[in-house]
Nanobody, 121 residues
Framework: QVQLVESGGGLVQPGGSLRLSCAASGSIFNIYVMKWYRQAPGKERELVAAIVSGGSTHYIDSVKGRFTISRDNAKNTVYLLMNSLKSEDTAVYYC???????????????WGQGTQVTVSS
């Protein structure tokens, strides 16, 4: 089985920084795209950033220039560095990855349990 475990959330003041980590473990033959989503209270879950195995990245407009997604393929880990945090960034952040766990070249979607990020003075 595959597990995604996030860490790094917490309480930070506006303008501060946090780095989230998400480590994949278990039967892993290949990890395709790795993503970070977030869900604020009363809102739908939204894609924040994504990175493919070759390193290309995608960000939603509201975090461009402030957030940086990266991955360490040797450690099966994805990171989200969040700078210049705003109150509207407050949400539960979820890690998501497309992983081939069978060696057949078929990727299935896995989710982490989520980590709370609260931006408040």
């Amino acid at each position: 089985q595959v597990q995604l475990v996030e860490s790094g959330g917490g309480l930070v003041q506006p303008g501060g920084s946090l780095r989230l980590s998400c480590a994949a473990s278990g039967s892993i033959f290949n990890i395709y795209v790795m993503k970070w989503y977030r869900q604020a209270p009363g809102k739908e879950r939204e894609l924040v950033a994504a990175i493919v195995s070759g390193g290309s990245t995608h960000y939603i407009d509201s975090v461009k220039g402030r957030f940086t997604i990266s991955r360490d393929n040797a450690k099966n880990t994805v990171y989200l560095l969040m700078n210049s945090l705003k109150s509207e960034d407050t949400a539960v952040y979820y890690c998501n990855a497309g992983i081939d766990s069978s060696g057949l070249g078929i990727g299935y979607e896995y989710w982490g349990q989520g980590t709370q990020v609260t931006v408040s003075s």
